[in-house]
Structures are given as C-alpha cells and as structure tokens.
C-alpha cells in the first residue's frame, strides 16, 4: 500500500518553515533568557556581596564602639588601680601621729616639758624646757627606744634666766 498524501508540497513546506522558525524562536528566546541570566547572575552576586558588605560594616561599626568603650573602661581601670597602689603604698607608708604623740607623753620625764612640736615630712621638731641635762637625756633615750624613731639630734641647749634649760630635738622617724 501506497500512501498517499493529500497535502499540498507548498502546505507541507509552510508548516515545516512555521515550525522551524518557532524552534527558532524557541531557541532564540532560550538562548537570550539564558545570556540575559548570565549577565544578570553577577549583578545579582555583587548586590548580594554589597548587602553583605553593608551588614558587616554595620557590625564593624558597633564592635568598634564597643572597642573604643572596652579601651576606655581598661584605661580607666588602669588609672584607678595605680591609684589605689599609691594610696595603699602611702597608707602602708603612713606615720601614726596620735601613737606618736601618745608614745611621747608617755616618755616624757617629769622634770621635762615640751612648748612646741613641729612636723615637716618625716621630721619631728620638739622644742621645751628641763630642769636638768640628765631629765633631757633620760627624755632622748626614751624616745631612742620607740620603733619608728629613726634618730635624735640635739640642735640646740640654752639656759633661761629662771635657771630651766630650753631645748630644741629633732627626730627623724622611719617611714615604713
């Protein structure tokens, strides 16, 4: 059996011309989707990475305040404990006036007085009057006796006219 075809050449060449041009077309719009999606893709990868830049500079930007006060707060912690160190050294280093003057009251013969004291530093100026040498010595070798007295010097010895003898020590005291 023969077959036989009832459509027309020309008919049978339109529609293979018409599917031809619509694979084309086809075709075509494939191929340009697919440029256009190629050119697009690192324009979409560049405005993902600037997204991604902008959240991380943001991120930047609030460990850099939180940076700047961590170092504000280290530097002021660093201030406070070097002085807290120059308080605790001048605390530990500190002379107990009231035990001084207590030590000394407690020292001091009954045949000697005490006018004046003056303190300068580590330095303790008592300036009085005695009976007698032997009152005043007894007085300085009291005061040698006391754990922060470092020395005695006599700086100077008169008579009054009422016959007492004015004296002037100074004490040099240690600083512990």
């Known amino acids: 059996m023969k077959d036989i075809n009832l459509i027309p050449d020309e008919v049978k060449l339109l529609e293979e011309k018409r599917k031809r041009s619509t694979f084309a077309m086809i075709g075509f719009l494939i191929v ?15 405005n993902n990475l600037e997204k991604q830049k902008f959240t991380l500079s943001n991120q930047l930007n609030s460990l850099k305040a939180k940076k700047d006060m961590y170092s504000t707060i280290k530097s002021k912690e660093n201030y406070y404990s070097q002085k807290e160190k ?18 000394i009251s407690s020292n001091i013969p009954e045949n000697v ?3 004046d004291m003056k303190f300068n ?5 008592i300036t009085g009057d005695s009976y007698m040498n032997k009152y005043l010595s ?10 922060y007295v470092d020395d005695i010097n006599l700086l100077d010895t008169k008579k009054s006219d009422s016959g007492l003898i004015q004296y002037t ?5 240690k600083v512990v």
Not at 38 to 46: A, G, K, T
Not at 121 to 125: F, K, Q, Y
Not at 169 to 173: P, Y
Request: overall charge positive; charged content about 25%; glycine content about 2%.
């Open 113 to 115: 007085s005490i006018k």
């Open 121 to 125: 530093g580590s330095v303790l100026e």
């Open 32 to 46: 340009a989707f697919v440029l256009i999606f190629i050119l697009l893709l690192p324009n979409m990868y560049i």
């Open 86 to 103: 120059i308080i605790k050294d001048l605390s530990d280093k500190r002379l107990n006036m009231t035990e001084i003057l207590n030590d």
């Open 169 to 173: 020590l100074q004490i040099k005291l």
């Open 138 to 147: 007894d007085f300085m070798l009291n005061l040698r006796k006391l754990k």
